[in-house]
């Protein structure tokens, strides 16, 4: 079996969802498995190739995992199914892509999904697999957790999915990525990967009524809203996956620091810790890597301003210990997501511009306590989430944004070269969100593939994604 994953050209992270799930498979099926990453600009005559010499005479099982939205890779599965391979789309979004957006039936625009590229879909935990593998010729699909297929009525059926086990999250091989060269499948020798703390997010767990506007090319005269039930953030499509499930037990997430590979002096590669809210228990993590003599190189860390705040004198404790074991923690990412009230309102974001602020000056005042053991700035490899533009765009709020990025500096040390436009992924609440929109103004929204297109309600035909004044980068299909 091999497992196609969506790529960026020239990087060497290791993808820890496709890589642990290749992992599980060939340890507990009649598999082999491995996991090809794929880029957008990748030749597929060339992958196609790869994929005939690697299955040779048996049958190709071919999953496909985080495709990104990339229509390529859709396009890429439904010709190798067409052909005879047996396609399985697994990982986040899995069932709402492979089932299509709510009411497509009824508003032939909507995004279809993706039954007739895929022969199977596989959503949650990835052993629920080793049912289906079993049983691969014997139609016992309906027994199958997790899994989603084409009924011979053509109805869609959706099987309950296991829960989550931790026994399955200990262990990753991590040298079981290539990427497809010339000569056929290179190994990637991967210089980053991550570690599974936490499943989901904890502000996942809340559910909220909010109010979000329309968008501001829609509401020149009369300001509107629209009430809706989210849980987390509004753009967010994890919150839908994978919701709260939990925090893992420190002897699994000890065990899945022990697998990752070593540099050349003998330490692990840097990694990022899976873990939305990180700092209550990093002490704790340090002292059991400290106690069981496990050399680390860096820690990669991934918050939300407030609870960064919140938990400042738990991270100091961290830097001394990280000072005194020569570990250096980047703080990677923080969801500014904006510097406008408002939005962050719309964004349901659960924080303000001066929580952000008051994170930023924290940010900067732990790089002169801990110059060594802290990174949090662009050049030392940190990416903060700056979300532009937004539907709720108006000159006057681009204007004050502007004023609070010059005010403090934030394009100094802060922000990355591109911002990213906001996404809406058709299963996240904004999906909701436009869809109300769509109904009660007569108007429709483009869909590029699983995304909504909301650029599109001036008026426009087809134009590409607005470019916002940081230039606009990263995640578009
Ligand atoms: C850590 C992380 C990363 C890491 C590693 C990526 C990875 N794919 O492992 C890094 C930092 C490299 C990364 C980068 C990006 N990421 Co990211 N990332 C995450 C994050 C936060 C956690 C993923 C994770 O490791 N989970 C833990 C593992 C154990 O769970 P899992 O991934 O669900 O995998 C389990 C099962 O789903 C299953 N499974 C997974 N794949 C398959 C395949 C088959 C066939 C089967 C049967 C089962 C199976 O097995 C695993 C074990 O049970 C997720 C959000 C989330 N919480 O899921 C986003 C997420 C995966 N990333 C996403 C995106 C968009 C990106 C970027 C494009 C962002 C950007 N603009 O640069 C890049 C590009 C990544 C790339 N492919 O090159 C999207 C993917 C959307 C999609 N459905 O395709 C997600 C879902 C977040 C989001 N909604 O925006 N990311
Ligand atoms: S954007 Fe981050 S903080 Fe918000 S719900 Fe998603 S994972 Fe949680």
């Known amino acids: 079996m091999a497992i196609i994953a969506s790529y960026f050209a020239g990087e060497a992270y290791g993808l820890l969802g496709p890589q642990m799930a290749a992992t599980i498979i060939e ?33 190709p099982v071919i999953g496909f995992s985080t495709l990104c939205g990339r229509e390529d890779l859709f396009s890429f599965a439904k010709e190798l199914k067409d052909e005879g391979a047996i396609t ?52 016992l699909q ?5 899994l989603l297929y084409v009924r011979r009525d053509g109805a869609l059926r959706q099987n309950p999915e296991k829960v989550w086990e931790e026994k ?12 497809v060269k010339e000569g056929g499948l290179v190994p990637l020798r991967i210089a980053a990967g991550q570690v599974l703390q936490q499943i989901g997010c904890p502000y996942a767990a809340r559910q909220k ?79 059991e890597i400290r106690d069981r003599e496990i050399r680390v190189s860096q820690i990669d860390l991934i918050l939300r301003a407030d609870w960064f705040l919140r938990a400042a004198e738990m991270l100091r ?31 349901n974001k659960g924080l303000s511009v001066e929580t952000n602020l008051q994170a930023v000056h924290l940010m900067r005042q732990l790089k002169d306590e801990f110059p060594s053991e802290w990174g949090y700035s662009r050049v030392e490899g940190a990416t903060h989430g700056f979300i532009h533009p937004t539907p709720w765009d108006t000159a006057q709020r681009w204007a004050n944004i502007q004023e609070v990025l010059l005010q403090n500096h934030l394009l100094d040390d802060l922000l990355p070269d591109h911002s990213t436009p906001l996404i809406i992924h058709h299963a996240s609440g904004l999906g909701d969100w436009i869809r109300e929109v769509e109904g009660s103004e007569g108007v429709e929204f483009k869909r590029y593939g699983s995304i909504i297109g909301w650029w599109q309600g001036e008026g426009s035909t087809d134009s590409p994604p607005p470019e916002g004044p940081l230039g606009t980068s990263g995640f578009f299909p």
């Open 168 to 179: 399955f999250l200990e262990k990753v091989r991590w040298n079981n990525i290539y990427r």
């Open 27 to 59: 340890d507990n099926a009649p598999y082999d498995c491995i996991v090809i990453a794929v880029a957008r600009e990748d030749d597929k005559g060339l992958l196609k190739k790869a994929l005939i010499d690697y299955f040779g005479q048996q049958r």
């Open 317 to 347: 404790e961290a830097l001394r210990m990280a000072r005194s074991m020569g570990i250096r923690i980047l703080l990677a990412a923080v969801g500014f997501e904006s510097f406008d009230d408002e939005i962050l309102c719309n964004l």
């Open 142 to 146: 309906q027994d199958a957790p997790g």
């Open 209 to 287: 009524w909010v109010k979000i506007d329309y968008p501001a090319f829609l509401t020149q005269k009369d300001a509107r809203k629209v009430k809706l039930l989210v849980r987390g953030c509004s753009f967010c499509d994890v919150a839908v996956d994978k919701g709260f499930f939990g925090e893992l037990d420190i002897e699994t997430v000890m065990r899945q620091i022990r697998c990752l590979p070593e540099t050349e002096d003998g330490s692990k590669i840097p990694f990022e810790l899976v873990n939305e809210n990180p700092l209550p228990g990093l002490a704790r993590l340090l002292g």
């Open 88 to 139: 399985i789309l697994g990982g986040p979004q899995a069932d709402v892509d492979y089932l299509g957006e709510k009411g497509w039936q009824d508003y032939p625009h909507r995004f279809q999904g993706l039954s007739a590229n895929f022969t199977f879909s596989l959503h949650g935990p990835a052993e629920q697999i080793i049912h289906l593998l079993k049983h691969l010729d014997g139609g």
